[in-house]
């Protein structure tokens, strides 16, 4: 099989994330990396495309030289991966969109609802694919509880609580930390820090699981550390379209908390808990029952779950095969439209421009509720 040609646009050394994009996009032999614009500095982003192994001529400066010298060659990029600050995000996806070029943005997709709107537009206009890097969506035990709450294991789900947890941030004499810093700069995160960092993963998670979507919202936003001009810790409630309640708990600043990416589902006929510390179990309790611990690989679960696991039951897959799964769903979709067939459904289940418009109406509607005393307010786009 013909790998696709991949490029990426931030991520440069010393990011977070950017070696992770890497590794993942590699993962399953799909994608070739031939081209990025990696750093603020060109200097320095040419030099270390170039130790990635990318060509000298394809090693750029900024992203719109990378665009003007992908974008006509015959050999072009397939995928673009943008992993810069959030203020970015809409220039450079729109830009690659436009030129019919497949877009993987890390989230949140834009800082405004209205450049969100335009990103929708411009991806519907060019026919090309744009994605929204809500990765955790990749677990094999998220893609099974997804498929349990659909098929009504659960009957109606009537309360879902959620929660993105760190500590990370928590000490205020490490405010000038390049890597933490922008987080809580408007001018490069946009109108929130914690919330549209991490909280917005929990949200989506909540959205992507129930098959609801957020309808309105009460927030309540602190900045623990005073000198931040953005908020590290938030408390959002939720009501969605379908009918669920959802509470939701993000921070940063929650010292002794690792990785606090928790999910628990509450139906009418039971309730699901899942840990993105151990992504491998699901605890499973009926009404009235006792509680099932669902393994990863075991066997006897959903077509989702088992296509988006790679390995045996026992030995521990994480992030990483996560978001390999997101690209492994690209590239089926991406090669399914070049040949001119329908894509695997299995494949279809990454988040899309559109879950990026939902996400930053609910932001937007979380400042607002925030600066109003916690009213509520219609989270719609």
């Not at 992770?20 to 032999?29: E, K, L, N």
């Not at 995000?89 to 890390?106: D, R």
Request: glycine residues 10%.
């Amino acid at each position: 099989m013909t790998r696709l040609n991949w490029g990426m646009v931030g991520g440069g050394e010393g990011s977070q994330i950017g070696p992770v994009h890497r590794i993942c996009a590699a993962m399953d032999g799909d994608y070739t990396m031939m081209a990025g614009a990696l750093d603020a500095d060109p200097a320095r982003g040419r030099a270390f495309a170039q130790r990635l192994g990318v060509a000298q001529d394809r090693a750029y400066g900024d992203w719109r030289e990378m665009l003007a010298g992908e974008k006509d060659r015959p050999d072009r990029i397939d995928l673009v991966t943008v992993a810069t600050p959030n203020a970015t995000h809409y220039a450079i996806t729109k830009a690659f969109l436009e030129a019919g070029i497949n877009v993987l943005c890390e989230k949140p997709m834009t800082v405004t609802v209205e450049e969100a709107e335009d990103i929708v537009a411009a991806a519907a206009r060019s026919g090309a694919v744009c994605a929204v890097n809500y990765g955790y969506t990749g677990y094999s035990l998220v893609r099974h509880m997804r498929t349990m709450v659909a098929r009504g294991d659960l009957g109606k789900v009537r309360l879902i609580m959620v929660e993105f947890s760190h500590g990370f941030h928590a000490d205020a004499a490490d405010a000038d930390n390049p890597r933490m810093r922008w987080r809580y700069d408007p001018a490069q995160a946009g109108i929130s820090g914690q919330f549209a960092d991490c909280g917005i993963h929990a949200l989506h998670m909540a959205s992507y699981v129930s098959g609801q979507n957020a309808q309105e919202l009460s927030a309540d936003f602190v900045s623990a550390i005073p000198s931040r001009s953005l908020e590290d810790d938030a408390s959002v409630n939720v009501r969605m379209d379908g009918g669920t309640r959802v509470r939701l708990w993000t921070s940063s600043v929650a010292v002794g908390s690792f990785h606090g990416f928790n999910i628990r589902i509450f139906g009418e006929k039971g309730g699901l808990r899942w840990a993105q510390q151990w992504p491998d179990q699901l605890h499973w309790t009926p009404v009235n029952g006792r509680t099932e611990v669902i393994e990863r690989g075991s066997g006897n679960l959903s077509a989702e779950a088992e296509r988006a696991t790679r390995i045996a039951t026992g030995h521990s897959e994480g992030m990483l095969v996560a978001f390999a799964n997101i690209y492994a769903d690209l590239a089926e979709v991406i090669r399914a439209r070049r040949e001119g067939r329908p894509p695997d459904p299995l494949a279809c289940h990454f988040p899309t421009a559109s879950d990026g418009l939902r996400s930053i109406a609910a932001i937007r509607a979380a400042v607002a509720s925030n600066s109003r005393g916690g009213e509520w307010v219609d989270a719609r786009p």
